[in-house]
């Protein structure tokens, strides 16, 4: 079965960093894109940022709001993601998903999205 | 950086009845656009790719469509486990997602 489970959310004070991470199962981690969504509770999904795969020298990129405090990185060995956050703000209180990013190939058009999702982990950011 | 709208917010529909959901992304996307459909307590689910294609195991009843700035999702006949909010995703550079759009039972 194709998964990806997050785990190390938790309580964090303001100011804090916390990682993250993403383990993945039934496919092969290696060829895959990873992404991190995150959701307020109530609110709508938002992209944090990608990491890919060993063909794209592992190169990264973050949404221009999380640039500077997100940092996203993998151990192939593991099978696994991280997404480390630090300076953590009440802002940052959400659900953190990570995704696989698939692509189709259609003629001349390469088309992306998000396929496999994890159910999440929740990061809460309070003193 | 694009950014993405979708409207309605909320749908009040019928079950049996067609619903249509609008989105917009703030320039061109060709047809990089998924739609993702998220229930309450769940995570997202992803319906439609490319602008038109649906993924595996997704009803016939959804349907998407549009190209460039403008697109729509189509289901043609709600059913009770379809109630949901639907938000849509560009990938034209770096992924983005709408506001989504609430689909409640009227």
């Known amino acids: 079965e194709v998964q990806l489970v997050e785990s190390g959310g938790g309580l964090v004070q303001p100011g804090g960093s916390l990682k993250l991470s993403c383990a993945a199962s039934?496919?092969?981690?290696?060829?895959?894109?990873i992404h991190w969504v995150r959701q307020a509770s109530g609110k709508g999904l938002e992209w944090v940022g990608r990491?890919?795969?060993?063909?794209?020298?592992?190169?990264?990129a973050y949404a221009a709001s999380m640039k500077g405090r997100f940092t996203i990185s993998r151990d192939e060995s593991r099978n696994t993601a991280y997404l480390e956050v630090s300076s953590l703000t009440i802002e940052d209180t959400a659900l953190y998903y990570c995704?696989?990013?698939?692509?189709?190939?259609?003629?001349?058009?390469?088309?992306?999205?998000?396929?496999?999702w994890g159910k999440g982990t929740t990061v809460t950011v309070s003193s | 950086e694009i950014v993405m709208t979708q409207s309605p917010a909320t749908l009040s529909v019928s079950p049996g009845e067609r619903a249509t959901l609008s989105c917009r992304a703030s320039?061109?996307?060709?047809?990089?656009l998924a739609w993702y459909q998220q229930k309450p307590g769940q995570t997202p689910r992803l319906l439609i790719y490319?602008?038109?294609t649906r993924a595996t195991g997704i009803p016939a009843r959804f349907s998407g469509s549009g190209s460039g700035t403008e697109f729509t999702l189509t289901i043609s006949s709600l059913q009770s486990e379809d109630f949901a909010v639907y938000y849509c995703?560009?990938?034209?550079?770096?992924?983005?997602f709408g506001p989504g759009t609430k689909v409640d039972i009227k």
């Open positions: 995704t696989r990013h698939e692509t189709y190939t259609a003629g001349y058009y390469f088309y992306y999205y998000m396929d496999v």
């Open positions: 039934g496919f092969i981690f290696s060829a895959s894109d």
């Open positions: 990491i890919g795969s060993k063909v794209d020298n592992y190169a990264t």
């Open positions: 320039q061109s996307v060709v047809n990089n």
């Open positions: 490319g602008a038109s």
């Open positions: 995703q560009q990938y034209n550079n770096w992924p983005s």
